[in-house]
C-alpha cells in the first residue's frame, strides 16, 4: 500500500475501479443515444426510461417465469427495443418534417408516461434484483476488493460498445446507416428502404439501454427513477463527445466515468458536477464536442 | 304535585343524559411516505395502525366520531408543507399523524404551530423535535435519534468498538443522528475516524463504502434508514466489508427491513428500538390484527406509536369535552394526562413533547436461532425510562424554563 | 433555420391589441375575485408559476429557444430570497430583489454559455447547467439540502404591510404578477421584440440585415431568466419554504408543460396552462403518481395533436391574437 498525493493507493484504485464501471453505463447509454441521434436527429429523452425499463423487465421476468439473469440479458433487450419500434412507428414518425424539438418534447413525455406507470405499480423505492449465481464472489486484488460482477459489467460494456462501433464504421450496413443519416433521399434512390432503418436503427438504441439497464440491475436496484438520475449526465457526456459520433460516446462515456471517480478521491464534493463543468469548458473551446465534426 | 315532580325528574334525567351523551367530532391526517424508501417503516401501515385505534377507541366511546384522511409526502419537505397546510386549512383537519423523514417533519411542527392545530410525530427521528425546534403544537413520539445513539452507540463502543467511520444520510435525520451518535460514541471513549455523506435514496453505496473501508475503522456506522440501510448492508456483504473485519452498526432498523434483508444477511446486528411485535402476548395479539390489512408484513414501532398516539389524542379530545380548536391546549392537554395503552404501557409526555418509555437494545437473531416467521431479535438489555431519552434541561428547548 | 411556431399557423388579423386588452381586463377581473371563492395559497402559488411560465415563453415563444432548464433561475431566485428574508432578516422587497438579482446574474452567465449553440444543442446545454446547479444546490450548506429552507418569514412590506396576513400577501402577489406580465406584454409589443420574432423566423436573414442577433438572443435570455427569478423570490416568501424541487429537472419539464398546453407563442397561454396543471395536481393528488403519468400523456398529445395549445386553438378559431 503506497500513497499518492498523500491518498492511500487502495482508495485511489478503488474508485478509479468504480469509475470504469459507471463509465461502462455512461458509454452503453451515450452510444445508444448517438446512434439514434446520428440516423434519426432526435434526442431520445426517454432513453433513461428504456434503459430502466430494461431492468424492470428483467424483473418480471424473474418473478413471473423464474428465467433468471441471462436469458434476461438477451430477452429484455428485444422486448424494450420492440416498444421502441412501436414507438417510432405510431409517434416519432409523424414528427420528422417538423422542428426537432418536437421530438425531444414527444420523448420527454414518453419518459414521464413511463417512469409514472412503473411508479405506480412499483413504489419508488428500489426493488432487489440479486447477482446471478456464476457471477458471486470476487477477486482480492492486494489493492482492493473487486466484486466479479462489476469486472463482467466493464468486460460486457467494451465488448458491446466496440462491436457496435465496428458494425457501423466498418461494415456495409453501417455504411448504408451512415448513407442514409446525410442523404437519405439518395439512398432511397438505391433500392434501401430508408424507413425501415430508421425504425430498426431506434429499435437497436433503445434496446442498448434496455440491456445497459438488465446490466444495471443487480447493482444499482431496480427503480422507477434509476433512468432519469442517469440520463441528464449521460446527456452531457454526449455534447463533450459530440453529438453523432459513435466513437466519441465510447470514450468520452468511459472517459468520464473515470474523472468522476478520481474526483471522488480527490475532491468529492464536486463529484456530481464535474461532468457538467467539463461540457461547459468543451463548450467554450470545441462546441463541437471532442470528436463533433461540425461546430 | 306528583306530576310536577315527575316533571321535574325526567328533565334531570334528561339534562344527565344529555351532559354524558357530549358529542365529540374529530378529524385526523395521516401524512406519510407511501411510496418510497420509507414505506414499509410507516406509509400504509401507519394508515392501518391509526384505523385501529379509531375503532377501539370508538368502540367504547359511543359519542366520539372520528374521520380521518391518509396522505403522500414522498419525502418532500415542500410537498409535506403544502399538504400540511391544506389539511389545517381547508379540510379541517385537527391533528396530523406519523411523518418519517425528519426534514419534512420539521416543515409540518412550523406549519402546525402556525395554524395552532396538533401534530403526533411518530415517525421522525431527529432529536431537534424536541430540542431547539420545539414548540407547543408538537409532540414527538416513539423514539429519537438521541435515544438510538446512546442505546446503539455507547453498547458498541462498550463491545471494543472504538473506532468509527459514518456513512450518513444527507439530510436532517442523518445529520442529528450522526451528531448524537458521535457525542455517545466519545463520551464512551471511542473515536471517530470519518465520515461521508450520502444523498437520500441511494442506489450505489459502492464509492462510499470504499471509503469506509479504507478508513480502517472498527465500526461502520450507518446513520441512515429504510431503504438506504438495507442497501448499504447488501451491498457491503457484496464487497465484502465484514469478511474483512469491519462490523456494521445500523444506527436505525427496523423489523421491517431485518424482513427484507434476511437473517442470514441481518445476522448480529445491534438495533435499539422502544417496540417489538414478539415481546409479549398483547404485542402478538395486536401484530395479527394489524397482519390483517397489512398480510406478509412486520409492524414496526412506528406503527405502533401511530396507534398510541391517536388513542391517547382522543382520550384529550373527550377529556376536552370536543373543544380541539385550540392546538395548544390539546397538547398541554396531552401533556397533563399520564398515557396509558396496551402498547406503551404507562408513561407521561414532558414539557418538551417528549414522550418517554423503556427502550431495549436488540441483537437480531442467528438463523438458526428464529423459531418462526418474525422472531428476529433477542432482547440483550432493557433501558429504563429515565435513560432512554436525552434529559429535559440539556435538549435547549425553548419551553423548557431554566 | 430554427423555430417551433407551427407554420400551419394562420397570421391573425389586424385587430391586434384589442383581444389581448379584453383578455387581460379578464383576467385581472377573474384575479381579484378569485380569492374570495377559492383557496388563496393555492391561488398565489398559481400566479408565481404563471409569471415563471410567461418569462419561459418570451424565450421559445418569440425567440425560438427551447430552454430546459429554466428551473436553474426560479430555483435559485427562491433560494436567494428565502436565505436572505431568514438569515439576513432582509425585509419583503429586498429579499424578492436578491432573488431577483441572483437569476438575473445566473441568466447571463448560462446564456453566455449556451448561446453559442442552437436548437437542440441550446436546450441541452440548458438542462445540463441546470442540473450542475442542482446539484451545486444540494451539496450547499446554505441551502439546507434535502431539508430546504423552512420557516421563511413572510415580513413587513416597505414597512406597511403585514404580509402574514393572506389577503395582503394576495394583493401584493397579484401586483408583482400582473407587472411582470405587461412587462413581457411590453417587450413582446417593442422594436426589441420585432427584432427578436424576426430572429425566430429567420435568423440568417436577420444578420444579412446587420442586426447582431448573438446579442439580441442574450438580452432575451437574460430577461427571461430575471422574469422567472421574480417568480421564484415571491413564491418563497408565499410558501415561506425553498426547496429541492425548485431547481431539480422535472420543474424544468413542468414549465414547459405550462406552456405547451396553454399555448406557445400566446400571450396568454402560459397564464392558462399554469393554472390548469396546478389545478390538475392538486385534484389529482390522492391518486398520487398517476399526475406524472397523466403529465407525459398530456405532453405526448399537444405534440402530436395539439401543438398550438388551449389558448393557441381558441385564438386561431377566431382568427384573433392571445
Known amino acids: ?118 411508479r405506480n405499480y412499483f413504489g419508488s423505492a428500489g426493488l432487489p434484483y440479486t447477482v446471478p449465481e456464476s457471477l458471486r464472489g470476487g477477486q482480492n486484488l492486494g489493492f482492493m476488493f473487486l466484486p466479479n460482477y462489476r469486472a463482467w459489467v466493464i468486460a460486457a460494456s467494451l465488448v458491446i460498445c466496440i462491436g457496435t462501433w465496428f458494425v457501423i464504421e466498418r461494415t456495409r450496413l453501417g455504411a448504408y446507416l451512415r448513407a442514409a443519416t446525410e442523404n437519405p433521399t439518395l439512398v432511397r434512390a438505391f433500392g434501401i428502404n430508408v424507413p425501415r432503418m430508421i425504425t430498426l436503427t431506434y429499435g437497436f438504441g433503445v434496446s442498448l439501454a434496455a440491456f445497459a439497464g438488465v446490466m444495471a440491475a443487480p447493482i444499482y436496484n431496480v427503480s422507477p427513477q434509476m433512468g432519469s438520475e442517469l440520463i441528464i449526465v449521460v446527456f452531457a457526456v454526449v455534447v463533450i463527445g459530440g453529438m453523432g459520433s459513435i466513437l466519441g460516446a465510447i470514450v468520452t462515456g468511459f472517459g468520464l466515468g473515470v474523472v468522476e471517480g478520481l474526483t471522488k478521491v480527490f475532491f468529492p464534493e464536486a463529484s456530481n458536477t464535474v461532468v457538467f463543468v467539463i461540457m461547459a469548458i468543451v463548450l467554450l473551446v470545441r462546441p463541437a464536442g471532442l470528436f463533433g465534426r461540425r461546430a | 304535585m306528583r306530576k310536577a315532580l315527575g316533571l321535574a325528574a325526567f328533565a334531570a334525567v334528561l339534562a344527565c343524559g344529555a351532559a354524558n351523551a357530549q358529542q365529540v367530532n374529530v378529524k385526523i391526517g395521516v401524512l406519510s411516505d407511501m411510496s418510497s424508501l420509507y414505506a414499509d417503516i410507516g406509509g400504509p401501515g401507519s394508515v392501518a395502525a391509526a384505523k385501529m385505534a379509531i375503532a377501539d377507541f370508538t368502540k367504547d366511546n359511543p359519542n366520539v366520531k372520528v374521520e380521518m384522511i391518509a396522505g403522500d409526502h414522498q419525502n418532500k419537505p415542500d410537498i409535506g408543507s403544502q399538504i400540511a397546510n391544506q389539511w389545517y386549512d381547508v379540510d379541517k383537519v385537527d391533528m396530523i399523524i406519523d411523518v418519517p423523514n425528519s426534514g419534512v417533519a420539521l416543515a409540518v411542527s412550523q406549519v402546525a404551530n402556525q395554524k395552532n392545530k396538533v401534530f403526533i410525530v411518530s415517525g421522525a427521528a431527529a432529536s431537534d423535535l424536541t430540542g431547539p425546534k420545539c414548540n407547543a403544537n408538537t409532540i414527538h413520539w ?81 446513520a441512515n434508514a429504510g431503504g438506504d440501510t438495507i442497501n448499504s448492508i447488501k451491498q457491503a456483504a457484496e464487497f465484502g466489508i465484514v469478511k474483512g473485519g469491519q462490523s456494521l452498526a445500523g444506527l436505525l432498523v427496523f423489523a421491517s427491513d431485518v424482513a427484507a434483508l434476511g437473517l442470514p444477511t441481518a445476522q448480529g446486528l445491534i438495533l435499539t428500538e422502544t417496540w417489538y411485535w414478539d415481546m409479549n402476548d398483547t404485542n402478538r395479539a395486536w401484530t395479527k390484527r394489524w397482519q390483517q390489512e397489512r398480510q406478509g408484513k412486520w409492524p414496526t414501532m412506528i406503527h405502533a406509536g401511530v396507534y398510541a398516539g391517536v388513542l391517547h389524542y382522543l382520550k384529550a379530545a373527550v377529556a376536552l369535552k370536543g373543544n380541539v380548536s385550540d392546538g395548544k391546549t390539546v397538547v398541554a392537554q396531552m401533556k397533563s394526562m399520564p398515557t396509558d395503552d396496551p402498547l406503551f404501557g404507562k408513561g407521561t409526555i414532558r414539557a418538551d413533547g417528549r414522550k418517554i418509555h423503556p427502550a431495549y437494545l436488540l441483537e437480531v437473531k442467528k438463523p438458526e436461532e428464529s423459531k418462526h416467521p418474525g422472531d428476529f431479535y433477542r432482547v440483550r438489555a432493557t433501558i429504563p425510562t429515565e435513560e432512554a431519552f436525552r434529559p429535559l434541561k440539556e435538549g435547549n428547548c425553548p419551553l423548557v424554563s431554566g | ?245 425548485d431547481v431539480n429537472w422535472p420543474m424544468s419539464g413542468e414549465v414547459v408543460l405550462m406552456t405547451l398546453v396553454g399555448g406557445l407563442g400566446t400571450i396568454f397561454g402560459p397564464v392558462v396552462g399554469a393554472f390548469a396543471i396546478l389545478v390538475m395536481q392538486f385534484k389529482l393528488a390522492p391518486i398520487g403518481e398517476w399526475v406524472l403519468v397523466i403529465q407525459g400523456a398530456i405532453f405526448v398529445s399537444c405534440v402530436l395533436l395539439f401543438r398550438r395549445g388551449v389558448i393557441g386553438e381558441i385564438a386561431n378559431k377566431l382568427h384573433i391574437r392571445l
Open chain 2, 142 to 222: 416513539t423514539y429519537d435519534t438521541w435515544m438510538l445513539a446512546n442505546g446503539t452507540g455507547t453498547a458498541i463502543v462498550k463491545t471494543g468498538g472504538d473506532t468509527w467511520f459514518f456513512l450518513t444520510s444527507d439530510y436532517a435525520f442523518g445529520h442529528a443522528l450522526e451528531r448524537d451518535t458521535i457525542a455517545a460514541v466519545e463520551k464512551a471513549g471511542g473515536k471517530v475516524l470519518g465520515k461521508v455523506r450520502h444523498p437520500l435514496n441511494t442506489n450505489d453505496f459502492s464509492s462510499f463504502l470504499l471509503q469506509a473501508q479504507s478508513s480502517k475503522a472498527k465500526v461502520i456506522g450507518l
Open chain 3, 1 to 245: 433555420m430554427e423555430h417551433v411556431a407551427d407554420p400551419l399557423v394562420k397570421k391573425p388579423s389586424v385587430l391586434r391589441s384589442q383581444s389581448e386588452t379584453i383578455g387581460f381586463v379578464i383576467m385581472t377581473a377573474a384575479l381579484v375575485v378569485a380569492p374570495f371563492v377559492t383557496y388563496p395559497l393555492f391561488l398565489m402559488q398559481a400566479m408565481c408559476f404563471a409569471l415563471f411560465a410567461c418569462a419561459f415563453n418570451l424565450l421559445i415563444g418569440y425567440v425560438g429557444l427551447l430552454s430546459f432548464g429554466h428551473a436553474l433561475y426560479f430555483g435559485w431566485a427562491s433560494y436567494l430570497s428565502a436565505y436572505s428574508a431568514k438569515a439576513w432578516g432582509f425585509p419583503p422587497e429586498l429579499a424578492i430583489l436578491t432573488g431577483t438579482a441572483t437569476a438575473a446574474l445566473c441568466g447571463l452567465v448560462a446564456g453566455s454559455l449556451a448561446i453559442r449553440r442552437q436548437g437542440i444543442y441550446f436546450a441541452m446545454i440548458t438542462l445540463a447547467l441546470a442540473q450542475m446547479m442542482y446539484f451545486f444546490a444540494l451539496q450547499a450548506k446554505f441551502t439546507g439540502g434535502e431539508d430546504g429552507i423552512q420557516a421563511v418569514p413572510r415580513g413587513v412590506l416597505f414597512g406597511l404591510i403585514n404580509l402574514k396576513n393572506e389577503m395582503s400577501m394576495y394583493a401584493v402577489v397579484l401586483v408583482i404578477f400582473l407587472g411582470g406580465f405587461m412587462f413581457i406584454y411590453r417587450i413582446i409589443h417593442s422594436p426589441f421584440g420585432e427584432v427578436l420574432k424576426a430572429i425566430r423566423e429567420n435568423e440568417a436573414r436577420a444578420i444579412s440585415l446587420g442586426y447582431k442577433t448573438d446579442r439580441y438572443k442574450l438580452v432575451a435570455f437574460v430577461l427571461s431568466a430575471t422574469l422567472a427569478g421574480v417568480a421564484g423570490a415571491t413564491k418563497a416568501i408565499v410558501l415561506q419554504l425553498a426547496s429541492l424541487t
Open chain 1, 1 to 118: 500500500m503506497f500513497e499518492i498525493f498523500g491518498i492511500p493507493s487502495t482508495a485511489l484504485f478503488g474508485q478509479l475501479l468504480i469509475g470504469l464501471i459507471n463509465g461502462s453505463f455512461y458509454a452503453l447509454l451515450s452510444l445508444g443515444l448517438a446512434v439514434i441521434f446520428g440516423m434519426l436527429n432526435i434526442i431520445n429523452f426517454s432513453h433513461g426510461a428504456q434503459y430502466m425499463m430494461g431492468a424492470f423487465t428483467a424483473y418480471l421476468i424473474l418473478k413471473y417465469s423464474g428465467l433468471g439473469y441471462w436469458p434476461a440479458l438477451i430477452i429484455a433487450p428485444i422486448i424494450v427495443g420492440f416498444t421502441g419500434i412501436i414507438v417510432e412507428r405510431l409517434f416519432l414518425q409523424r414528427l420528422y418534417k417538423l422542428d426537432h424539438l418536437y421530438g425531444l418534447l414527444l420523448t420527454f413525455g414518453l419518459a414521464l408516461i413511463f417512469e409514472g406507470v412503473a
